[in-house]
């Protein structure tokens, strides 16, 4: 168990100019802050400075903190996320690597007056839209591609391979098994295979409400454990049907009406791509969430996220999802009677 007072003592022991300090550290409060899948995150005051003390929890991903910390120096330069200030992969005070990088002030958007609103909706398009007008120089070519930049094909692949096989071996029941498989296999036979060339973009990863903070009317990302190069209709598809909810028309062109006050040049086909993209993406949520929730089940994750998560907030959100799947088409309206709660709970 990581105390404070272990995090205390770490900080103290550190050289101040690592933190971007003269005096030495005297450490004022710690408090616990909100936690991902793959991190525990605290805020620490020191020097009536703030930081975040971020420790990798996936002890399978030895190289986590090393892939964050790369990331957020390729794109300090741009100021669009947190400064790193240091990288700790020793194991010796703690037993995984970790992280110490500035905290960002403000709250996460869906904590914000206007919530989705057309003004909101707007700046978040203009925040995509500057990181996918970065430049691609030799270095952030070498950055990990997402599958879906390789076109649709492979990311068909991926969803397969990620998140329905391990489905498969979980769920005992036949039903939605049958739902899950006969919808990938329309969704192969239906979307186009190499019709569009991908867009290579630079993107955070995952760009969602709780990435996203707003410190008077300025945006910025946090977590960029997974900075990688993918196709920008493919991002924005993901964004137009799993930000909070579905957007709708008004919110889609207000999104891109701030996207491409940065993004002069999107590609051939942009739009198009967009649309043929989104029934993928909102399937992949769906299958995300379904095995996401069967792996929190099966305590599949790390025993600090195990402990302070809700499972059953990741099932109704398996439920929703499926829910938003039905409505539109994606999912064949015969699997409507499926009990998407009590089937999880059940495993």
């Not at 203009?126 to 649709?152: F, T």
């Not at 299958?287 to 907030?313: C, G, S, Y």
Request: charged content about 35%.
């Amino acid at each position: 168990m990581i105390s404070k007072e272990d995090i205390r003592s770490y900080f103290e022991s550190l050289r101040p100019d690592k933190l971007g300090l003269k005096n030495k550290i005297k450490v004022q409060r710690i408090s616990k802050l909100g936690m991902g899948t793959g991190n525990l995150n605290f805020l620490v005051k020191a020097n009536d400075r703030k930081y975040v003390f971020r420790i990798n929890m996936n002890p399978k991903l030895k190289k986590k903190s090393r892939k964050e910390f790369q990331s957020l120096k390729i794109i300090e330069k741009y100021n669009i996320g947190p400064k790193p200030r240091i990288l700790d992969e020793s194991c010796s005070k703690f037993d995984s690597d970790l992280m110490i990088i500035d905290y960002i002030e403000g709250k996460t958007c869906d904590k914000l007056k206007g919530y989705l609103g057309l003004r909101m909706i707007r700046n978040l398009g203009r925040l995509c839209g500057k990181m996918h007008s970065v430049p691609l120089d030799k270095n952030l070519k070498k950055l990990n591609i997402e599958e879906a930049a390789k076109g649709y094909r492979n990311h068909k692949k991926l969803i397969k391979k990620e998140y329905l096989d391990p489905a498969y071996k979980r769920l005992k029941n036949k039903k939605v098994i049958e739902m899950l498989k006969s919808t990938y296999d329309k969704l192969k036979r239906t979307l186009p295979s190499e019709k569009f060339e991908p867009h290579l973009v630079l993107s955070q990863g995952d760009f969602c409400e709780q990435n996203i903070i707003v410190y008077k009317g300025e945006y910025k990302l946090i977590d960029f454990e997974d900075l990688e190069l993918t196709d920008n209709a493919s991002e924005i598809a993901h964004i137009f049907v799993d930000f909070g909810t579905p957007f709708d028309e008004k919110q889609k062109k207000a999104f891109l009406e701030g996207y491409f006050e940065h993004m002069k040049n999107p590609g051939k086909d942009f739009l198009e791509k967009i649309k043929v993209w989104m029934p993928l993406k909102q399937f992949t949520v769906l299958a995300w969430a379904i095995d996401h929730a069967l792996k929190v089940q099966t305590k599949q994750m790390h025993h600090h996220f195990i402990e302070e998560n809700d499972p059953e907030r990741d099932i109704n959100y398996a439920k929703i999802v499926f829910k938003r799947c039905l409505r539109a088409g994606i999912v064949d309206k015969k699997y409507k009677s499926l009990d998407m709660v009590k089937i999880l709970r059940a495993g």
